[in-house]
Structures are given as C-alpha cells and as structure tokens.
C-alpha cells in the first residue's frame, strides 16, 4: 500500500501550478496529466492515438516527452516529495500478534497508510518551520469521505500535531497541477519499491527520486519499533 505528497510553501505552489498549466496548454497540449494514461495514450493522452497526425512510434514518443516535461518542472521547482510503503503481510501479521495491535493499528491498512503520510508530513515540516500551518489537498473521489475521517481521526489521536494542520480539502485533479503532479511523485514511490523488492536496491537514476526528503519503507520491524515506542525515522530515511 503506498501513498505520496508533494509539499511546498503557498507562493511557491501558486507560481508551480501556473507553470504546470502553461506547459500542459503549449503545443502538443493535453488537457491533464494522468499517469495511468500515458501506456494505452488514454484520457489527456487521446490526442496522440490519432495516427495520421501521429504515426507510429511518434503518438508514445510525444506522449513521453511531454511526460517529461511535466516532470522536468516538478524536479526545478522548490517542492518536496514525502513517500510511505507499507508492506500488507508484515502489517497483518504485527496487528495480529502485537498486544498493542488491536488497539493501536486499523483494521484497514489503507488508512493506517494515509495516517502515515500524513505523520511524515507533518514532522518534516516542523523540522523546518515549527508555526507552519498545513493545508492538505486530495483528490475529489468517492473516497473523499473516508479521507476527511481518516484526516479527523488523526488529529484526534495526534493533538501536538493537529496543531499545524490547518484543513482538508478535495479538488478535481483534472484541473488541479498539484494533485496531477502528486500522481507522479506516486509512481515514483511504487517504482521505489518494486526495485527494492523486485532487484534488491534501489536505482539511483530513478527520475525525481532526489526531490523525496524521504521515502519510509513500514515492514514487520518498522511496525514493532513504533508499538514498542521507539523512535525508528532515520534509519529509514532515504534522503535528508
């Protein structure tokens, strides 16, 4: 289960998401960026199945490099990129077997996961500006519900952190540059995990992978050092 954020000052969201805007509308424009479409040149991708304007190899070619380009503005721009894997079996096992497992762990590792990320984000923060105030954007799904009460039972249960966590809200990520940019530091998290238990390391050439102030992998010791009240974040920091 994996969840990813991109982080950064108002200002600097402000001038990134107009960037991210312009570069989608120059020519070849797509409408959004959707990580999903760009294999089977889907949804803001349609554009390049057309292949008398786009013979083949040239539609994936100039779906890619657009692609690129997206991504090019992610890595020049002051944003930061936070990422959380949890691994599924080590979390069932640790809740089954842990005292504190019951009572301490959600039945749902989605939204433990989301916990998490929102864990990381905070802390990273309030390493850098301890009266930062964090308003936090997700997508406009189905699933915003359980967003909100995945968000209100954090700050619940973490009151020295709800104290920077200003609010929640859901936009439509088709018209968002940050929710669309979000999707692609996510890929880059899945991408981190699959080498590191695919191959058995990760690849240092990983596009983007230098933006992440830290990926955290959540495994069996990961889990019971948290429950055992140890303090566990730099020995899976990937980058400071």
Do not use: C
């Not at 994936?60 to 090019?72: F, G, Q, T």
């Not at 566990?232 to 990937?238: A, E, G, I, L, N």
Request: net charge neutral; charged share 25%.
């Amino acid at each position: 289960m994996l969840a990813g954020a991109l982080v950064g000052r108002k200002a600097d969201w402000h001038t990134f998401e107009k960037r991210w805007d312009k570069a989608l509308g120059n020519a070849p424009a797509i409408p959004y960026f959707h990580g999903k479409d760009l294999g089977g040149l889907e949804g803001g991708f349609a554009t390049f199945q057309d292949e008398i304007a786009w013979p083949r190899p040239t539609g994936h070619e100039a779906a890619n490099a657009k692609r690129d380009k997206l991504r090019s503005l992610i890595g020049e721009s002051p944003l930061v990129a936070i990422g959380v894997g949890v691994l599924v079996p080590d979390y069932e096992k640790v809740k089954a077997s842990h005292r504190l497992g019951p009572t301490h762990m959600s039945t749902d590792v989605f939204e433990w996961t989301l916990q998490n990320i929102l864990m990381q984000t905070v802390a990273a923060i309030k390493k850098v500006d301890d009266d930062a105030r964090i308003s936090f954007i997700s997508d406009q799904t189905n699933k915003a519900p359980r967003y909100e009460a995945v968000f209100a039972d954090f700050r619940r249960k973490n009151p020295q952190s709800a104290r920077s966590m200003s609010s929640l809200v859901h936009l439509d990520d088709e018209k968002s540059g940050g929710l669309q940019a979000a999707d692609m530091i996510a890929s880059v998290v899945k991408r981190v995990h699959d080498d590191r238990f695919d191959r058995g390391e990760i690849n240092e050439n990983t596009p983007l992978l230098s933006k992440f102030y830290r990926i955290a992998t959540v495994d069996e010791s990961y889990l019971l050092a948290v429950l055992n009240g140890q303090s566990v974040m730099r020995s899976y920091d990937q980058t400071e």
